[in-house]
């Protein structure tokens, strides 16, 4: 998916040339095209058809103009390389990402930094959980550069929510939640985003930062009222 083509084109490789597309010089004449995997079949009217596998026909010129049609739609869309390349987000390895914690690194060595990892709540309790505060420093190290996405449990069939403090704590940019339901998670992020005029984009404190202080932060902790 890194590679994926920014402007959604889909290439067309059943497309036929209009330019070849010239008389035959015998009635009825088969021709194999290993480039499109088809076959350009021409009867005694001269009329071009595109038989496939399946043995469907199509017309050759109505298959030309969806494809010129489908070419000016994607040239209406181009985006410059250069743009593109700055904007792209492609998915990281989130094993080697999980991996390199373990060993007190921030991120593999070399990772590009828009690669972007994904981390269920799951993944995100378990760091909470452990004992070791390394893999805290270490998370919070790596989005200094790079962004995480959190997302819900695939089993919270309810669309419920999990909490996103410690998703917050360890300066995750993205903390997706399930919309839907408005439960106290929910009631959080909406505190949460609503500094800085609601507009949906809040700076991480300056511990968070780089350079900032290093210190483990608190585990979250319940408080209740009476």
């Known amino acids: 998916s890194e590679n994926a083509d920014l402007n959604g084109d889909v290439e067309a490789e059943d497309e036929l ?4 597309d010239t008389p035959p010089s015998t009635p009825t004449r088969l021709l194999g095209n290993k480039k499109y995997g088809k076959a350009l079949i021409r009867n005694i009217t001269g009329r071009s058809i595109n038989q496939g596998d399946d043995g469907g026909e199509q017309n050759a010129g109505s298959f030309s103009r969806t494809t010129r049609r489908n070419r000016k739609r994607a040239e ?11 904007i792209f987000l492609g998915n990281g390895n989130r094993q080697g990402v999980m991996s390199a914690w373990k060993g007190g690194q921030a991120c593999p060595e070399g990772m590009a930094a828009n690669e972007v990892c994904s981390f269920s709540e799951s993944v995100l309790a378990g760091v909470f959980v452990d004992e070791d505060d390394s893999k805290h420093t270490a998370w919070r190290a790596y989005n200094h550069h790079h962004i995480s996405r959190t997302y819900p449990s695939g089993i919270r069939v309810d669309s419920s929510n999990y909490d996103p403090m410690p998703a917050w704590q360890v300066g995750c940019q993205v903390v997706a939640l399930n919309f839907q339901t408005f439960d106290t998670p929910m009631r959080r992020n909406y505190g949460m985003f609503s500094v800085n005029g609601g507009c949906g984009y809040v700076l991480k404190p300056p511990c ?4 900032g202080s290093t210190e483990t932060l608190e585990r979250p902790k319940t408080l209740w009222v009476k």
């Open 17 to 20: 040339d209009p330019e070849e």
């Open 76 to 86: 209406r869309h181009s985006v410059a390389r250069e743009l593109a390349e700055v």
């Open 208 to 211: 968070l930062l780089p350079g």
